[in-house]
């Protein structure tokens, strides 16, 4: 890779620069696996949904790197489950799409406190790599916790720009698989779409990084696979950033 030729690199957050992918997998199968074991299918709302098992294959299919109101509601569409939208404000006790949401964030906050996170070697030695030829590096995150995260991992000084879920809605920025946010955190950077490389490790996150226009998208592969990352639009894959710097 020639880095000094990139005008920025823009980074997902969660399964590129720290393993809170793992974290957020967890809470969600938490959620999940709660409600669909407590849904009372024999309401008329309810009959013919499917409440079987929550799986990993859920996850990468339906919710991995999407804003997290809209992974719940495209999990449950896919699963004949119709809720009410609700409102962000909902509690989390609330059977809403919003309030779903947000208990599966009572589970992720509860996991990071009680376990933190250590950022993959791989990436800071990437990130090294980069300061050191002065390219503007950002974080492009679904996820509202993306500055807890990055505090939590050593690594908030490092960005020129961090565009998370809290930024694209005060914004309106249409969420990945669109490439809203990242065009965004491309133009705080001074790049040009075409001169920026997106790195994602997640399928709707390649796909928005291959629907803006990039110069580049990198595809990191923590479990969506190969295969799929490349089917979504990266241009290379690798399982470690470290082989990158």
């Not at 024999?42 to 929550?54: H, K, Q, V």
Request: glycine fraction near 12%.
């Amino acid at each position: 890779m020639a880095w000094d030729a990139q005008g920025a690199v823009l980074f997902d957050l969660d399964g590129v620069l720290t393993p809170t992918a793992e974290v957020h997998m967890a809470a969600w199968a938490r959620m999940f696996g709660d409600l669909f074991a407590g849904l009372d299918t024999t309401r008329p709302d309810l009959r013919g949904a499917d409440t079987s098992a929550y799986t990993d294959a859920d996850y990468f299919a339906h919710v991995d790197g999407k804003p997290r109101y809209q992974g719940v509601a495209d999990l449950l569409a896919a699963r004949g489950i119709r809720l009410p939208q609700g409102s962000p404000e909902d509690p989390p006790e609330a059977l809403t799409v919003c309030g779903l949401g947000n208990r599966k964030n009572v589970a992720f906050t509860a996991i990071l406190e009680r376990e933190g996170v250590r950022p993959y070697p791989g990436s800071v030695a990437l990130l090294d790599h980069l300061r050191g030829l002065g390219v503007p590096v950002a974080v492009v995150s679904s996820s509202a916790n993306a500055p807890a995260v990055l505090a939590a991992a050593g690594l908030a000084e490092r960005f020129d720009t961090v565009v998370d879920g809290r930024v694209a809605a005060d914004l309106g920025l249409a969420g990945k698989p669109q490439p809203d946010t990242f065009l965004h955190a491309a133009t705080a950077c001074g790049c040009a779409p075409e001169r920026a490389v997106v790195v994602e490790d997640a399928v709707s996150g390649v796909r928005a990084g291959a629907a803006g226009g990039f110069g580049l998208v990198v595809g990191v592969d923590r479990g969506a696979g190969a295969d799929a990352l490349r089917a979504a639009g990266a241009d290379l894959v690798v399982a470690d950033l470290g082989e990158l710097a």
